[in-house]
């Protein structure tokens, strides 16, 4: 092995790379070059090499290369003459050294060019991608290549996606909507959804009841449990069973650079006919994993779920939130199987890597009376047992290839040099499946396994030199290697960074080698004495449930994790930041007092305690009475009533999302959690809002639809053994300074069937939300959930002494659907809107907008402006967005950054004209004295009109001379030709103050 393996493998892993995306001809013609290149750079070093021959270059000096004779030159130099200095010619650029392995890395690349063509090429072959373009329903037999997985369901607008069986594999006969049969070798993804199974995770909670009642088989949903025999049977397919199914072909995401050649969906009632079973090897393995999910099967939910997932890679009874805490500490390459569990596996046999060779060396081979030579082929054996028992996933495949590579140097007696064997590994498995070479989790295994070759030993000697103990030098230097090449990477993929991945990988190490050993002894034992499996089993459980407790902690931290831009460009600017910090980190260890100040700020960074983060950030702002949560596409308000109390309105689509915003806030109980409908926008994320908090009360509407989510929103609370109340009109209530009244929807007929309503407005579960009018120092705010225009009508008509509010939460997400009627009723000084950034359905429209700015509103929205909080009194209303305090009227219109100028903003001339309706004094910017004919600066406008208070003399406003608004000068402004409104620059300097139009 030579360290010049490393340029051919890159040139390869980068050549297959760019061809598997590239036309044929071209990579034919590229790889035609590279052999052309290649021969005259070998002809160039044969040449080189017969040159410095000639010339003695390269010659080692001394007597042996002057010949074995004594001569007169050597009676010379004995009696002290020396030769005249002759100068050695000068090294030239292109020795035969460079350009011998300038040609191997152009044979190299050709050769991973080639291979990729090839293997692009089974995508184009064949009927399948023609009947794919046309959406064809065909017959075809299918040869699992994978196994089954079932995937997590997803939130969609209103709905839940449901989950679904998916799986690869080879089409080897297609029979064509014509009859006409075509024998093949194509491969494909077949996707199976799964009906009734949609529910996603529910914690630990969830986890308690699946211990109870839950698909043993693992349902990744973590929710309800699927019908019998919904996915049992798909999931339980084996690599090499063939099957014949009935699907309709569609084409991949991308047909240019996607490893499949069709995607084939099969209806969700269809059950696979069994062409013909697996084979020997794959049953083996089968009932092996099978084994030990038997053996894992009395252990505690987190235990259970993790050990087969630590031992094979089996993560089908990981429940959603569990993955989630793994990914935010950067903890997942424990559930990818990789190079440490056959490192594991390996040292139990030939012991430590640095004595394998050695008379010394330890281990069961010396025990067994092994032979070097016996012990590399013992060891090849368990490595390519472990490929087949825990998959050839991409990190598995390098990891058997690097152990192989170094067993082969332990049987042949030849110096074991680790670089080398894993570009020898990379080299061979590009060359053997090209789609490797756009695999992340390639990319991530091989960068972590060469951090912890190259920059492991040399970060571990600084640390030692620093007093640190030798082994915890190590682990340190490990983890830290490790974190510092994969988090771009990461950024990537994710757009984030990891704080605690560190100290979390360095926590989790304690128990990954006594779990991973009993795990493998209780897998190999299960076959044969499942007894005996299940008391190992339970053993491993400990150190499992330390690893998950390790997770679960680090990812419940506030600060383990900060946003990152994504993308390519995000990875580069992590990278530059990283290799920017190394230097300065080497620096900062020679200084202990510079070392603790890092580690408080770290500290502080992680824990973000609640002074500390409202003094940085400025969130959240004090004395806020209401935020509105950024949760994406969805609801999640929440309304103080106490130190770390609040009533929480909707939850959103995805659990970390509430979650996150409530630990911002401080929310560490919540009396009454309500729930306005049962849509997964407002609902699923219910798991994240009860985590680490006691919540009281779940209150929700009297329809129950859709009736799975209503199902999951009832599994969720018995789990956490919380009640479900049914919210009724007229219900009042008071938690501290809150109080509010149901409004909406109205009670159900007597004698109607259960779910119907006597008011006709009431046709669908949007028309179904829980309306709250919600009174709070003095400010008036009414939550309409999702109401559509009929059921706001109704509203308006029920409650005829609804008057003016102060805040008003935009129904359905702002959406065009909405009566006018009772937004002039209304009348809000100000609106907010909970959307999603980039949402497919236009939320919030811009003529629900221009409705709200022509009425004076001043309209906030999640999707630009972040989390919005309510802040003062009804004399003077202030609001925060985006962790800033912010009392000036913000840019109008859509804003990239999403920040508003600081400044102080009140009622609108059109509030001036409506006077107190409510029967209250509006003190501040803007006073009223009831009862007003007519203010005299308010004017009366077009619809789509909007007005800006007059700047304060101190400060003028900057624009054109004789423009409307601007110089100080009152007046209405038109909008834009394009019916958008205007965004107003933001200046530095001090906030503008408004006044009242005088």
């Given at each position: ?14 050549a ?8 044929g ?6 790889c ?25 270059v390269?010659?080692p000096?001394g ?24 100068r050695s010619?000068?090294?030239?650029l ?8 300038l040609a ?14 090839l ?11 023609a ?9 075809v037999?299918?040869?699992?290549t ?41 491969p494909v ?7 009734g199974g ?5 914690g630990?909670g ?12 693992g ?20 690599p ?9 072909a569609?084409?991949p ?6 490893q ?16 013909r ?33 630590l ?52 281990g ?8 070097l ?10 490595a390519l047992?472990f490929?087949?028992v ?25 110096r ?12 061979l ?5 090209p ?51 994969c988090a ?6 994710a ?15 304690l ?26 089993a ?29 993308g ?47 003094v ?43 979650d ?13 959690l ?11 994320g219910?798991?994240?809002a009860?985590?680490?908090?006691s919540?009281?009360?779940?209150e929700?509407?009297?329809l129950e639809d859709?009736p799975g ?12 053994r919380?009640?479900?109340i ?12 809150l ?12 004698a109607?069937a ?19 009018l ?19 009508q ?13 805040v008003?939460?935009?129904a ?14 209304l ?7 909970s ?7 236009g939320?919030?429209?811009p ?36 962790g800033?305090?912010?009392r000036?009227?913000?840019?109008r ?7 508003m ?8 001339p059109?509030?001036?004209?409506r ?13 009223v ?5 007519m203010?005299?600066?308010?004017r009366?406008?077009?619809?789509f ?10 400060t ?11 110089g100080?000068?009152?007046?209405p402004?038109p909008?834009p ?18 006044r009242?139009?005088?």
């Open positions: 092995m030579d360290l010049r393996l490393v340029v051919p493998a890159l040139a390869a892993w980068a297959a790379a760019l061809a598997l995306g590239a036309p001809g071209g990579v034919a013609v590229a035609g070059v590279a052999v052309v290149l290649a021969a005259f750079a070998l002809r160039r070093a044969v040449v080189r090499r017969r040159a410095e021959g000639e010339t003695g390269g010659e000096p007597p042996e290369s002057e010949g074995s004779r004594p001569g007169p030159d050597s009676a010379r130099r004995a009696r002290g003459f020396r030769r005249p200095f002759r010619p000068a090294p030239r292109w020795s035969a050294g460079a350009c011998a392995a191997g890395a152009l044979l190299c690349g050709a050769a991973g060019a080639a291979s990729a063509a293997h692009a090429a089974d995508g184009r072959r064949g009927p399948l991608p009947l794919a373009e046309r959406f064809a329903r065909v017959t037999e299918l040869e699992v994978g196994d089954p997985r079932l995937t997590r369901p997803r939130v969609r607008g209103s709905q839940r996606t449901p989950p679904a069986v998916v799986f690869a594999a080879d089409a080897v006969r297609v029979t064509a909507p014509d009859g006409e049969v075509t024998a093949v070798r194509t993804l077949a996707v199976v959804p799964q009906r949609a529910a996603p995770g529910t630990r969830g986890a308690r009841q699946r211990e109870r009642g839950g698909d043993e088989g349902d990744t949903s973590g929710g309800v449990r699927p019908p019998p025999g919904a996915a049992s049977v798909w999931r339980g397919l084996l090499s069973t063939r099957v014949r199914v009935v699907a309709r569609v084409p995401l991308s047909p240019t650079g996607d499949v050649a069709a995607v084939l969906r099969v209806g969700d009632a269809a059950q696979p006919v069994m062409v079973p697996p084979d020997r090897l794959q049953r083996l393995a089968g009932r092996l994993r099978g084994g030990l999910r038997d053996a894992t099967q009395g252990l505690k939910p987190d235990a259970r779920a993790l050990l087969p997932g031992v094979v890679g089996d993560t089908s009874r990981v429940a959603p939130d569990l993955d989630d805490a793994f990914r935010a500490t950067d903890l997942t390459h424990l559930l990818a199987v990789s190079g440490s569990n056959l490192t594991i596996v390996l040292a139990l046999l030939i012991g430590p890597a640095h004595l394998a060779t050695r008379a010394e060396r330890r069961l081979a010396p025990r067994l009376g092994l032979s030579r016996g012990t590399a082929v013992l060891g090849g054996g368990l047992a490929v087949v825990c998959r050839p996933d991409p990190s598995v495949l390098r990891a058997a290839a690097c152990g192989l590579i170094t067993l082969l140097a332990i049987g042949t007696g030849r074991r040099s680790l670089l080398p064997a894993l570009a020898g590994a990379v080299l498995l590009v060359l053997y499946d789609w490797l070479a756009r695999s992340y989790g390639f990319l991530l295994s091989v960068l972590a396994t060469g951090a912890l070759l190259l920059l492991g030993p040399r970060w571990s000697a600084a640390l030692q030199r620093r007093r640190v103990p030798p082994r915890l030098a190590e682990v340190i230097a490990a983890a830290a290697a490790a974190q510092a090449v771009p990477v990461v950024a990537v993929l757009a984030r960074v990891g704080l605690v991945a560190v100290p979390c990988n360095l926590l989790a190490e128990a990954v080698g006594p779990a991973t050993v009993l795990g493998f002894a209780a897998l190999a034992t299960a076959p044969v004495a499942l007894p005996v499996a299940r008391a190992l339970w053993c491993a459980g400990w150190p499992a449930e330390w690893i998950a407790g390790v997770a679960r902690t680090g990812a419940g931290l506030p600060g383990a994790e900060f946003g990152w831009p994504g390519w460009a995000g990875g580069l600017a992590l990278a530059a930041v990283t290799v920017a910090v190394v230097p300065v980190a080497g620096r900062v260890l020679r200084r202990p007092w510079l070392c603790a100040l890092c580690a408080l700020a770290v500290i502080l960074a992680v824990c973000r305690p609640a002074p500390f983060t409202r940085i950030t400025g969130w959240p702002p004090p004395g806020w009475r209401a935020v509105v949560c950024d949760v994406g596409q969805g609801d999640g308000l929440v309304l103080a009533a106490g130190d770390g109390t609040a009533l929480v309105v909707d939850t959103g689509p995805e659990p970390r999302a509430i996150r915003c409530l630990t911002d806030l401080g929310i560490r109980r919540i009396p009454l309500i729930l306005t409908h049962f849509h997964a926008d407002h609902v699923d219910l798991p994240g009860l985590r680490g908090r919540v009281g009360a779940i929700t509407t009297t859709p989510q209503a199902a999951f929103v009832r599994a969720t609370s018995a789990a956490a919380i009640p479900v049914r919210a009724m009109p007229g219900e009042r209530r008071r938690l501290g300074p109080s509010w009244e149901v409004l909406w929807p109205p009670a159900p007929a007597p109607a259960p779910g119907a309503f006597g008011s006709g407005a009431v046709e669908g579960p949007n028309d179904a939300s829980v309306t709250l919600v009174r709070t120092g003095g400010l008036k705010l009414l939550l309409l959930g999702d109401l559509e225009p009929p059921s706001q109704a509203l308006l008509t029920a409650h005829p002494e609804l008057s003016a509010v102060d008003l939460k935009v359905h997400h702002g959406s065009a659907y909405q009566d006018p009627a009772l937004i002039r009723r009348t809000p000084r100000l609106a907010l809107i959307a999603g950034a980039g949402n497919p359905y939320h919030p429209a003529r629900t907008i221009a409705v709200l700015h022509a009425l004076g509103a001043r309209v906030l929205r999640t999707d630009t402006d972040g989390a919005l909080a309510v802040l003062g009194t009804p004399g003077r209303l202030s609001a925060a967005v985006g800033r305090r912010s000036g009227r913000p840019p219109g859509r804003r990239p950054g999403g920040r100028p600081r400044g102080r903003w009140g009622p609108s059109e509030v001036c004209a006077g107190a309706h409510d029967g209250l004094t509006r003190r501040g910017p803007c006073r004295r009831p009862p007003p004919p203010s005299p600066g308010c009366r406008e077009s619809p009109a909007v007005t800006r208070p007059r700047a304060s003399p101190r003028p406003r900057r624009g054109r001379p004789g423009a409307p608004g601007h100080g000068r009152p007046g402004r909008p030709a394009t019916g958008r409104p205007r965004r107003r620059p933001r200046r530095p300097g001090r906030p503008v103050r408004a009242a139009p005088r």
